[in-house]
């Protein structure tokens, strides 16, 4: 799937269109004398084609280098002008016949927003799993997401333009990596979202445990409530010996039977409060990660750093983007039990009702019996190891039940790693990851006269589960330029996706390739020239060698006489 068109407009008006070809593709920035050039919008490009692929709106304005001078200027143009962005994909660049995607959208809220896949509207829920159904067909688990198989090719943040492989936000579990990377080698692995699931649960359920045997162990637990039982058995004996009647005698023994069923049955609800508390914890945790930043907070504390460190790039916010779009899905997997826990909440603080409107009748009856000093005592004793005898048998319980569940889960997952780390699997593994460096290291030694590869470990997480862990390196064993190896593998795995008729998308958005070797940039534009791979990058037009400084590569050249939106102009 290539770049075709990339229309910005405003009603009927036509701002600017960009049109895709073949090869390499130009952002530059003609900026002369000491303006930088650093607002004209050649990152704009970039961040408009991911804003049509998911990515937030807020990445086209919010900046910490001029967030409060210029994109606050864009923001108030793009929501008051009614800006709508429209991509076209094609399948063929050569083919005017070929089968097209077009993505529209607008920067509008509510009943005024923009969203549509091929002329047709689509809710938020459904938009990234439209464009999987129509760009990644075969792809029908949940993990790896559209937006992660995809962030490998648009390069603009700090993260992926600095990471070859770990391309997501620094929240992302080893385990969502393994499942992503395992997808991007062709290694089919129906269970990656099941496994993340699992890690989840049993992360959640030793959490639980941890609360529980804060105090002491479930051994000690036991060992103390034997040590009562007994000394509850000596205080029955003491009280039998007192010769009260037989209905004062009954009605204590039904009171203390009482006693005990409502240490049980606060207990459960005790246990859980604790466990719903736990799951609105990780809620709220989630929540918190959206940080509803006080943005001019932020921006005085950016600035103040700036003026100790220098510039400081794209940081708080571009970390929030990536993850806030995961949360929905994460706050719904946390939260399945909510509903199942009220009820039974629900249930049990009506039994206690009735079991302490029980308790208070009882204790009237008994009171009206007539008592002794030795017998309230007797009784005030009984019901202090009743009910700390009952706080320890549900304590057990929930341990039981919660050892039970790490158990299950545990059990499931070794089956799975079973499958996953098991001889055939990982010769499997073995052919993809040899067919692919064949491609990584020959287009390594063409450009950077080294060569990479990529290698898996297998590791184990802090709680001693088996993952497989992916990192490139030279096979020369030397330090070499992270840029260069980045750009390697996004070429080599277009190449191989291709070879193993592994759906890919056939473009390569760039930032920043200012910071590249001109004798590397001319190679790169040689390379995917040859192999009809766009590769979209912006610059700066006086860095640019004199071989790539020509028109015929540019797509797009803008300066602070003509920048992206043309704001300027009004």
């Keep these: 799937m290539y ?14 269109e960009i049109t895709f070809r073949k090869g390499i593709n130009l952002i530059v920035d003609s900026s002369e004398g000491q303006i930088t050039g650093n607002s004209v919008g050649k990152t704009t490009v970039l961040k408009l084609i991911d804003f049509c ?17 210029v994109y606050k200027l864009v923001k108030d143009h793009l929501e008051s002008n009614e800006i709508i962005v429209f991509l076209c994909l094609t399948d063929n660049l050569d083919n005017p016949d070929a089968r097209e995607i077009t993505i529209e959208r607008n920067f509008l809220s509510r009943n005024k927003i923009i969203r549509r896949i091929n002329d047709e509207d689509v809710i938020e829920d459904e938009f990234e799993p439209k464009l999987t159904e129509l760009i990644f067909p075969d792809h029908t688990a949940e993990k790896p997401s559209f937006r992660q198989i995809i962030s490998h090719n648009i390069r603009y943040k700090d993260l992926s333009i600095n990471n070859t492989l770990r391309t997501l936000d620094r929240y992302t579990s080893d385990a969502e990596y393994e499942t992503l990377h395992l997808f991007l080698l062709g290694i089919e692995f129906d ?12 992360k959640q359920e030793t959490t639980f445990k941890g609360r529980l045997e804060k105090l002491q162990t479930r051994s000690a637990f036991e060992a103390a409530i034997s040590l009562i039982e007994e000394e509850i058995k000596q205080l029955d004996i003491k009280k039998s010996n007192l010769n009260l009647n037989e209905n004062l005698e009954a009605e204590l023994n039904e009171l203390n039977g009482v006693k005990y069923q409502i240490t049980r049955v606060a207990s459960e609800i005790n246990r859980l409060n604790i466990r719903r508390e736990i799951i609105i914890e990780n809620q709220n945790q989630l929540s918190k990660d959206q940080f509803n930043v006080d943005v001019d907070q932020l921006e005085l504390i950016y600035e103040q750093a700036t003026n100790k460190i220098g510039s400081i790039q794209k940081t708080f916010e571009e970390l929030v983007e990536y993850h806030n779009k995961m949360i929905k899905e994460k706050v719904r ?14 249930s049990y603080e009506s039994q206690l009702s009735s079991l302490r409107l029980k308790e208070r009748e009882l204790t009237n009856s008994i ?7 030795e017998l309230e005592l007797l009784i005030s004793e009984l019901n202090e190891k009743h009910n700390k005898r009952g706080r320890y048998q549900n304590t057990i319980t929930q341990l039981l039940e919660v050892e039970e569940n790490i158990k299950k889960f545990s059990e ?22 040899n067919k692919f460096n064949i491609h990584f290291s020959t ?8 060569k990479y590869a990529l290698k898996y470990d297998i590791i184990r997480n802090r709680r001693g589960q088996k993952l497989y862990k992916f990192s490139a390196f030279n096979t020369n064993f030397s330090s070499g330029k992270k840029q260069g190896e980045i750009s390697c593998f996004d070429i080599a795995y277009t190449v191989f996706a291709d070879e193993e008729n592994i759906p890919c998308l056939h473009f390569l958005l760039n930032d920043k390739k200012e910071l590249m070797h001109d004798n590397q940039l001319m190679k790169i534009a040689e390379l995917v020239n040859k192999l009809d791979i766009q590769f979209v990058a912006s610059i700066l037009k006086d860095k640019l060698p004199d071989e790539l400084n020509n028109p015929e590569y540019f797509i797009v050249e803008l300066s602070e006489e003509d920048k992206l939106f043309r704001i300027e102009g009004k």
């Design 3 to 16: 770049l075709k068109t990339l229309t910005i407009s405003a009603g009927s008006k036509v701002i600017r």
């Design 53 to 69: 692929f998911g990515a937030s709106k807020k990445n086209i304005w919010e900046d910490p280098e001029s967030k409060k001078e």
């Design 191 to 202: 269970n990656g979202n099941r496994k993340q699931e699992l890690l989840q649960k049993i």
């Design 333 to 346: 997997f946390i939260t399945n039990e909510l509903p199942e826990l009220k009820s039974s909440l629900s």
């Design 367 to 373: 009171s009206k019996s007539g008592s002794f000093e």
């Design 412 to 433: 499931e997952l070794n089956d799975i790693d079973e499958e996953l780390f098991s001889d055939d699997f990982e010769n499997s593994l073995k052919v993809q990851l």
């Design 443 to 450: 287009i390594s030694d063409f450009l950077y006269d080294e």
